[in-house]
């Protein structure tokens, strides 16, 4: 997978993600990332890359043609058009679906904005998915692409190793993970739940299977419509419920 930012701070990407799984995943050639400073794209001698939005209103508008640039410096060498993300709180709500989905890709686009927006025009020509991650406003683009790399690479083959395996991760099969113990046994008078102690696996994911569905009623109860659910869940949640 090979990831390209467009972006006005290329620092701030680069930085962030050299770190923890994601930079281990980089060095072994997993993962390849680049950020490409739309600045440098500018044909203004001060390498201005904004202007006042036609019509009024406050704030400055990123010009087109300094994006359509920097993005044509990426594109042009690729075999077929990549997907081009903006990432914009108008967008489509990320989540791990939209994760996997575009784990699968070999490269992608993602477009940062800052000040109040990117002249249409552009976004028309190049982008092929608005996304948000979330319902709130961020200063610029940046610090959500990161999150969706993030989110992206754990689903790149190799990335994760068996341990840290996504195949378990909360939102797998739309149900929350179960909750975690460690040693010691007993920590400042709580015990660690006594079936984890028993050494008999089939009590144990029974447990945690009802443990992730209690789980998911208490803080997610709209996650339940979307998970494959047996009888045996069904009759546990509908005695939760009582
Ligand atoms: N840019 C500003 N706010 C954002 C959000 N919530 N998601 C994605 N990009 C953004």
């Known amino acids: 997978m090979n990831y390209h930012v467009?972006?006005?701070?290329?620092?701030?990407?680069?930085?962030?993600?050299n770190?923890?799984?994601?930079?281990?995943?980089?060095?072994?050639?997993?993962l390849g990332l680049e950020a490409v400073d739309i600045r440098e794209f500018s044909k203004n001698k001060h390498k201005k890359v904004d202007d006042y939005p036609y019509g009024g209103g406050a704030g400055l508008v990123m010009q087109a043609e300094p994006v359509y640039l920097a993005y044509e410096s990426i594109a042009a060498g690729m075999e077929k058009k990549p997907r081009v993300i903006y990432m914009t709180p108008q967008g489509q709500v990320f989540n791990q679906k939209l994760a996997v989905e575009l784990a699968k890709e070999e490269e992608l686009i993602f477009l940062c904005g800052h000040y109040e927006g990117i002249d249409e025009r552009v976004l028309e020509e190049i982008v092929t998915d608005n996304v948000s991650i979330g319902d709130y406003v961020l200063t610029g683009g940046e610090l959500a692409a990161m999150v969706m790399i993030d989110a992206i690479s754990r689903h790149v083959p190799g990335v994760l190793n068996n341990e840290e395996s996504a195949q378990f991760d909360s939102f797998h099969d739309n149900l929350l993970e179960y909750?975690?113990?460690?040693?010691?046994?007993?920590?400042?008078?709580?015990?660690?739940?006594?079936?984890?102690?028993?050494?008999?696996h089939g009590k144990v994911d029974e447990w945690r299977?009802?443990?992730?569905?209690?789980?998911?009623?208490?803080?997610?109860?709209?996650?339940?419509e979307g998970a494959k659910l047996d009888k045996k869940d069904e009759e546990f949640l509908r005695g939760l419920k009582k």
């Open 6 to 17: 467009l972006t006005l701070f290329p620092d701030m990407v680069m930085q962030g993600m």
């Open 19 to 30: 770190t923890s799984i994601i930079g281990r995943a980089m060095e072994k050639g997993l």
């Open 179 to 200: 909750p975690q113990y460690s040693r010691p046994e007993e920590w400042r008078g709580k015990r660690v739940p006594e079936v984890l102690l028993s050494g008999h």
């Open 209 to 224: 299977r009802q443990q992730s569905l209690k789980r998911t009623l208490e803080r997610r109860p709209d996650l339940l």
